[in-house]
């Protein structure tokens, strides 16, 4: 069945760095999503990216979408404190699997001031 | 507007119990999904449900089942508790009205039920 894997597991970032988590999936998707999940939260959506070479940008934040479909990224620009958090990407397989969101273990992400 | 609603917030049950986990949806939303969150995990989809019909379904066994109320209100039950069933289950409401054959309506999820089975 559809996989989806998160690198890296952990990010400690010293605040004002960038750094980038990838999220790989076995199986081509129609769609991905990205949430970001706070301590003792909830997720929260953030962005989805549909098409193959997709980047979308939300201030500090870009999203992008493999041409093959199968992976994204999320790079983020000088961190600040407040990106401390989870960030889990949730693939979106075939037409038969639809609305069966499968979601990456998760990168969590701690900033140090 | 509220947002999704989860009841109750904490839980504890004794192996072997069953337990019934209640959500109500975004206003204007139509569909539900419930997922499992072990600690330090993703989460796990455990399955959806639209038009009162479990429209999709993770890999869990039947132990796991739910309904949809005609308002949109969603329960998920567990029989036979396991002490693996120990997790934060989430509930997410999104509009399928809203989604096409590419684009999936973003889940808003509600701030879910802790579960720990003694």
């Known amino acids: 069945g559809q996989q989806v894997m998160q690198i890296p597991q952990y990010q400690h970032v010293q605040e004002g760095e960038d750094f980038t988590t990838y999220c790989n999936s076995s199986?081509?998707?129609?769609?991905i999503q990205w949430y970001k999940q706070r301590p003792g939260g909830h997720p929260v959506f953030l962005i989805q990216l549909v098409k193959s070479g997709e980047v979308k940008k939300q201030k500090r934040l870009t999203f992008q979408f493999g041409e093959a479909k199968k992976n994204s990224s999320l790079h983020i620009t000088a961190t600040q404190t407040t990106d401390v958090g989870t960030y889990f990407c949730a693939g979106q397989g075939g037409t038969d699997s639809w609305g069966k969101l499968q979601f990456g273990a998760g990168t969590q992400v701690v900033v140090t001031p | 507007d509220a947002g999704v609603t989860q009841s109750p917030t904490h839980l504890i049950k004794t192996r072997g119990q069953q337990v019934t986990l209640r959500c109500s949806p975004k206003?204007?939303?139509?569909?539900v999904s419930w997922y499992q969150q072990a600690l330090g995990q993703g989460p796990q989809f455990i399955f959806q449900y639209y038009e009162e019909e479990e429209r999709q379904r993770g890999n869990f066994p039947d132990r796991f089942s739910g309904h949809q109320f005609p308002n949109y209100s969603s329960e998920l039950n567990v029989n036979a508790l396991l002490l693996g069933d120990s997790a934060l289950y989430l509930c997410a409401s999104s509009d399928t009205g809203a989604a096409t054959l590419s684009y999936n309506s973003p889940l808003h999820f509600g701030n879910g039920t802790r579960l720990t089975v003694t």
């Open positions: 199986t081509t998707l129609s769609n």
């Open positions: 206003s204007g939303h139509d569909t």
